[in-house]
């Protein structure tokens, strides 16, 4: 990419733009403008609950909190589809390990919880 770009990312994609961006600059891609995220920053604990491993009725009665207009649990068919993609994601945010890497240069914003 050689033209400005700025990234704006929610939810679970946060950490994976985080490191994008990071990867973006070892690419030395020198047009990333603007990064904006909702979550913590990558080095603060994320979830202290590891609900990935919980049995299926708790895993979808503990989404279902987070939000609770998830129609994929509502039709049997979509919620075989969509909860072990759900399971992962949630894994992969619940047991990411922060690695300290060079400092993104430019504007980088974290609104986090």
């Given amino acids: 990419m050689t033209e400005p770009f700025a ?18 600059q070892n690419e030395g891609n020198p047009a990333l403008v603007h990064i904006c995220l909702r979550r913590k920053a990558p080095q603060l604990k994320g979830r202290k609950r590891l609900i990935h491993i919980f049995p299926k009725h708790e895993f979808i009665s503990d989404i279902l909190k987070l939000d609770g ?15 072990p ?12 390990e922060f690695n300290p890497k060079n400092n993104l240069p430019n504007s980088f914003l974290w609104s986090g919880r």
């Avoid at 207009?69 to 909860?83: R, S, T």
């Avoid at 993609?85 to 990411?96: A, D, G, H, Q, V």
């Fill in 7 to 24: 990234i704006f990312e929610h939810s679970m994609g946060e950490l994976l733009t985080y490191e994008l961006c990071h990867k973006f």
């Fill in 85 to 96: 993609n759900l399971r992962t994601e949630f894994k992969s945010i619940e047991t990411y």
């Fill in 69 to 83: 207009k998830v129609i994929y649990f509502k039709n049997k068919d979509l919620e075989d589809i969509f909860l």
